[in-house]
């Protein structure tokens, strides 16, 4: 049609008409939030899961295969658990781009936040070693904090003030409960001395009687005496332990929000199927995974890492089910959070 023509007028609808018009507009919205609530809770079972098998690979003492004599051993091999899960996830993801026939990239534009990555996980599996899996996880619930920093300062984004203020009071509560929550339980140990410890932080060493060292800075609305007091109730909270495991997982935090500012900016920028971007983002990682267990190889030969899991493999082949589940449970985690 030329462009002056004009579009015949719009007939009259019935009331039922309307209906069933309004009820088709509504259904999309309402097949798009049960999608999100399916790939949310896909997220959460697979990485919880994938969570508790990481933590079994990590710390449990594997029995030998029958017939070798041997004690029990604990793998400790993490940089080839790094390489198996960006194996799996490769193929996962390879194999949805070939089905979905997505839009795609140059391949040398995946290699930054896959660098990032590779260097993360052998610190998150590390830091497991000093503390809990559940307290892991709470540490990662503080996620969004590093990923708005990481932006803000090497991608230049600005966010709205609001949204500063959110990731502020969620990560700010998750710091709460992991701080205050084992003295909530009653639990004995270095816990109980909390109040004793932190005082030390307060002017002087001294404290008003009734109130914490932090409440006491509140009141004085002393910036520097809270900071003493905060410093002070973590002091107390944690053994130097925890401590050093809660600070490799902050690490491990804050690289992770690069890999994510990262990825959010090359979507931006080639607007990749998210399939083809997992594809990528671990082929680059299981590339220097793989340049990294060769240089061990030709460095220590046989006490190399990649000796050590062939070795261990052979003695405590109840390990091959956990390393599998593990890998595939990761990539299918990858899956449903690249597609949000």
Not at 6 to 35: H, L
Not at 121 to 149: E, F, Q, T, W
Not at 197 to 223: C, F, H
Request: hydrophobic share 45%; aromatic share 10%.
């Amino acid at each position: 049609m030329g462009g002056n023509a004009t579009a015949p007028p719009t007939p009259a609808r019935s009331n039922s008409s309307k209906k069933t018009a309004a009820a088709n507009a509504q259904s999309p919205k309402s097949g798009s939030g049960v999608r999100l609530l399916i790939k949310a809770l896909g997220i959460y079972i697979c990485f919880i899961y994938w969570g508790f098998v990481q933590e079994r690979v990590t710390t449990t003492a594997y029995q030998p295969a029958a017939g070798i004599d041997a004690k029990p051993g604990r793998f400790s091999a993490m940089a080839t658990l790094n390489a198996f899960m960006a194996a799996a996830a490769m193929i996962v993801g390879l194999v949805l781009h070939q089905l979905t026939k997505g839009t795609s990239a140059s391949f040398t534009t995946f290699w930054r936040p896959a660098l990032s990555n590779t260097i993360a996980s052998p610190i998150g599996y590390l830091a497991l070693r000093d503390i809990s899996y559940p307290l892991l996880i709470l540490v990662k619930n503080c996620k969004l904090l590093p990923v708005m920093i990481v932006g803000a300062v090497v991608n230049g984004v600005r966010y709205k003030t609001y949204e500063y203020v959110a990731v502020a009071l969620i990560s700010g509560g998750v710091m709460l409960f992991m701080v205050k929550g084992p003295q909530a339980s009653g639990r004995g140990g270095h816990h109980e001395g909390y109040h004793d410890i932190s005082a030390s932080y307060a002017v002087g060493g001294q404290s008003n009687k009734g109130l914490s060292p932090l409440e006491e800075a509140v009141a004085r609305d002393n910036l520097w005496l809270m900071v003493r007091a905060v410093v002070g109730i973590i002091a107390s909270s944690f053994s130097l332990q925890e401590l050093r495991g809660l600070c490799m997982a902050a690490t491990n935090l804050l690289i992770d929000g690069f890999t994510n500012a990262e990825q959010d900016r090359i979507n931006q920028k080639y607007r990749v199927s998210p399939y083809y971007m997992m594809a990528m983002v671990n082929t680059w990682s299981l590339i220097f995974a793989s340049i990294f267990l060769l240089a061990d190889v030709a460095w220590r030969g046989n006490g190399s890492q990649l000796a050590y899991v062939a070795n261990f493999l052979t003695t405590y082949p109840a390990i091959v089910r956990d390393l599998l589940t593990f890998s595939f449970s990761n990539a299918v985690g990858q899956v449903f959070i690249y597609s949000m």
